[in-house]
């Protein structure tokens, strides 16, 4: 297995400074696919693509120039072939981390899990599952989180016309996080995949659809919108 590794810029170049690894291994495991930092906390998802394991997510805490890992974190409900950990998302105290083949509406609609630090310790805060999903829809395949919204990207969900992809805006409201806004392109068509990538910030989100037939077959593009 491949460790993350953190590149530090020094002059001209990028030079290694620590690695990331999980503190118990396994071989069965696949190396981390994705990550996100924020300050001195980093969050990395280790998805599952064979059927056998869920997927999990390792979250590691700087100390000065070390990198120790200080939780895993794993959906409350999540089950074997769910790709937990294929996307995660991190702002101060909270993490996303989704799970696009997980059961809960209907076949691998898809769910996205909330987790809250407290201190040093992580708790599953919320699941996230978008109601009005269809089988393979793939809700929870991109996150990403800021403050007290949650932007997740569904591929394969109904936009103008079916399996264009979308993406759903969630705020929190008390204990609970409230769908605010759903966004598809306006010129998309069907396995655009729209929302395989989403970012968010205070002002706008943004979620891209990377087989978008724009300049050329199976171009892509990225859509811009008001948060």
């Known amino acids: 297995r491949y460790p993350a590794q953190r590149l530090d810029r020094l002059g001209d170049g990028l030079h290694v400074r620590g690695h990331l690894a999980p503190a ?81 509406v209907v076949s691998q609609s898809g769910s996205a899990y909330v987790f809250k630090r407290n201190v040093a310790a992580w708790a599953q805060l919320d699941k996230i599952v978008e109601h009005d999903l269809e089988i393979g829809e793939n809700f929870g395949y991109s996150v990403d989180v800021k403050g007290d919204a949650v932007l997740i990207g569904s591929r394969r969900a109904d936009g103008e016309i079916n399996a264009t992809g979308a993406a ?47 300049v050329a077959n199976n171009a892509g593009a990225a859509y811009i919108f008001l948060a």
């Open 24 to 104: 118990v291994t396994c071989e069965a495991h696949l190396p981390f696919l994705v990550g996100e930092i924020d300050g001195d906390t980093a969050i990395v998802g280790a998805e599952q693509p064979l059927p056998t394991l869920p997927g999990q997510a390792y979250v590691f805490l700087r100390t000065g120039v070390v990198w120790a890992q200080q939780a895993q974190l794993i959906g409350s409900d999540v089950v074997n072939g769910d790709r937990f950990g294929s996307a995660v998302g991190l702002d101060g105290e909270i993490a996303v981390v989704g799970a696009p083949l997980h059961t809960d």
């Open 168 to 214: 759903y805006l969630y705020r929190r409201g008390g204990t609970c996080w409230v769908e605010m806004a759903k966004y598809f392109a306006g010129d998309g068509l069907a396995d655009d995949e729209f929302g395989s990538s989403v970012a968010l910030t205070n002002v706008f989100v943004m979620a891209g659809a990377p087989t978008h037939d724009a």
